[in-house]
């Protein structure tokens, strides 16, 4: 089965010691900060060979619990990359809310900025896991555990300090717009992963684009944005949405077709590589966290897609959310 794309050997790093390739003014992944705004929850996974009818009761192959979220699943991504990473989001003060705080801790991601909520219970995400590593997600967030414009504020010295700040559309528009205005204001690379789709498109047209460094959906999100609703060709759509929102840099995910980037005024395909899946649900948290790291560090954009494609191959190999997050190249 194909992967969102990339290699299924370990992604390693570019140069071989987190460096980019090509550029002069590359960094290493070890001196980057980054903040990551989104959700922080608790992933039910469910391998299941179907999904649940009304009515009718199954037995699952396997039901199991770990923290989760796109944001927990970038932030450990970038951790594990090397970097420096300040969580941005909201916890219950429940047991729930302490496995999360706890699992981010031992990635050692800094979980200073992280609200927990008083009588409030952790949001649990459902992930059904069927026999071909395909996936379907039910989730809701709770207004008392919702990231709100204050929590952006709260966080205001680790965006400061950041060198790019990743936005997840987990969390309620005013605080993804929020989000986008703090990291534009502190100069740092802002970076949005417009998952999942926004309930009200008026809500992700009403957003500050012309602020955004850097835009990652996968297909569905790519045409949900396009106000134009233009059939366009799968492979043209990271131009497309450049060109109509002013986001200088786009790499659409295309599951088995690859990557569709603009980059630099250019757009290219780029093809995935075939790997047998096993669990396709963090693979767009792999790709977003890594294409940004190395885009920070210095990488051109083709460079950063080869690696973004390897941490995705990585993932899908295997089981779980953060768990499925590239380890380092010497592990």
């Known amino acids: 089965m194909a ?6 050997g370990s992604p390693g790093r570019p140069g071989g010691d987190g460096e980019a390739e090509g550029a002069s003014d590359s960094r290493s992944l070890a001196e980057l900060r980054f903040a990551v705004i989104g959700t922080y929850v608790a992933d039910c996974f469910v391998n299941t060979a179907r999904l649940p009818a009304w009515g009718h009761e199954y037995e699952a192959r396997a ?3 770990t923290p989760g979220g796109k944001a927990l699943n970038q932030a450990v991504a970038l951790a594990r990359l090397g970097a420096q990473v300040a969580a941005v989001g909201a916890v219950g003060d429940d047991g729930v809310g ?6 981010l801790c031992r990635e050692r991601v800094d979980v200073s900025w992280m609200d927990v909520r008083e009588g409030a219970a952790t949001s649990i995400c459902l992930c059904f896991v069927s026999d071909q590593g395909d996936s379907a997600i039910m989730w809701h967030i709770d207004d008392d555990v919702a990231v709100r414009p204050e929590t952006v504020r709260g966080a205001a010295s680790a965006i400061e300090r950041a060198d790019a700040v990743l936005v997840t559309f987990e969390i309620p528009v005013p605080a993804v717009r929020k989000a986008i205005s703090a990291g534009r204001r502190s100069g740092a690379r802002v970076v949005v992963a417009p998952a999942p789709l926004l309930a009200d498109p008026a ?10 460094d850097v835009l990652v959906p996968n297909e569905n999100e790519a045409r949900a944005l396009l106000a134009s609703g ?8 990271a131009g497309a949405l450049s060109r109509e929102l002013g986001v200088p840099t786009v790499a659409v995910t295309l599951g088995a077709a690859g990557c569709a980037l603009h980059a630099a005024g250019e757009s290219h395909l780029y093809p995935a590589h075939q790997v047998d899946a096993v669990d396709t649900t963090g693979a767009g948290d792999a790709f977003t966290a890594t294409f940004a790291a190395h885009l920070t560090a210095g990488a051109s954009g083709p460079t950063a897609v080869e690696a973004a494609q390897a941490a995705a191959a990585w993932a899908v190999q295997r089981a779980g959310s953060h768990a499925s997050m590239p380890a380092p190249a010497s592990q």
């Open 98 to 103: 302490q496995d999360v705080l706890g699992a």
């Open 203 to 212: 809500g992700a047209a009403s957003l500050p684009w012309d602020q955004v």
């Open 230 to 237: 233009e059939d366009v060709p799968a492979g043209q759509l």
């Open 3 to 8: 992967s969102p794309g990339g290699s299924p």
């Open 63 to 65: 039901i199991r619990t």
